[in-house]
T-cell receptor, first 114, second 113 residues
């Protein structure tokens, strides 16, 4: 199984600012995924991050708001830009599933925007 | 795209009783169905999964059943314990590179001692 580390684990941010969340995986993976989990809700996929190419965003999510970097096969970042209170959520990084592995998640970043 | 519905949204059981959570999916091509447990302040943890070529899978007190014809799958927890209290999510996908998980809405399980 993959071990996924996310930083920070939580943060309280002022509206209008940006926060960058880091995700480190203990093995090389082709695809990494970023999810949002709003309070009391299920997980919603934000985007898929491939190394060496632009991230692919799901409907309702745009690159200007959630820029993603994927500099190598073990690391990715998600930035939440120009934050508003509606961005208060848990943001989760995951890997898989693919033909060989299951899907594993980091512990999440709990973001509160005030 | 895939749509996954999960019931019930909340479930309260007495310690020692069984808990059952049911999910239905829409895409007949889906072939991989994981279940996740999420405790407060933590990320989802994979607890069991099943592939479409298997009808049932068991791991100690946890089992999952799949009915491909009806497009539904269920999680069964026997002899529930207080530490089973958490939110449980089902998901579905076609298990191949580039395919994304679609999650159900979640079930909050409370095991009363």
């Amino acid at each position: 199984s993959a071990v996924i580390s996310q930083k920070p684990s939580r943060d309280i941010c002022q509206r209008g600012t940006s926060l960058t969340i880091q995700c480190q995986v203990d093995s090389q993976v082709t695809m990494m995924f970023w999810y949002r989990q709003q309070p009391g809700q299920s997980l919603t996929l934000i985007a898929t991050a491939n190394q060496g190419s632009e991230a692919t965003y799901e409907s309702g999510f745009v690159i200007d708001k959630f820029p993603i970097s994927r500099p190598n096969l073990t690391f990715s970042t998600l930035t939440v830009s120009n934050m508003s209170p509606e961005d208060s959520s848990i943001y989760l990084c995951s890997v898989g599933p693919d033909s060989y592995t299951e899907a594993f998640f980091g512990q999440g970043t709990r973001l509160t925007v005030v | 795209g895939e749509n996954v519905e999960q019931h019930p949204s909340t479930l309260s059981v007495q310690e020692g009783d069984s808990a059952v959570i049911k999910c239905t999916y829409s895409d007949s091509a889906s072939n991989y169905f994981p279940w996740y447990k999420q405790e407060l302040g933590k990320g989802p943890q994979l607890i069991i999964d099943i592939r479409s070529n298997v009808g049932e899978k068991k791991d100690q007190r946890i089992a999952v059943t799949l009915n491909k014809t009806a497009k539904h799958f269920s999680l069964h927890i026997t002899e529930t314990q207080p530490e089973d209290s958490a939110v449980y999510f089902c998901a579905a996908t076609v298990k191949a590179a580039g395919n994304k998980l679609t999650f159900g809405g979640g079930t909050r399980v409370l095991v009363k001692p």
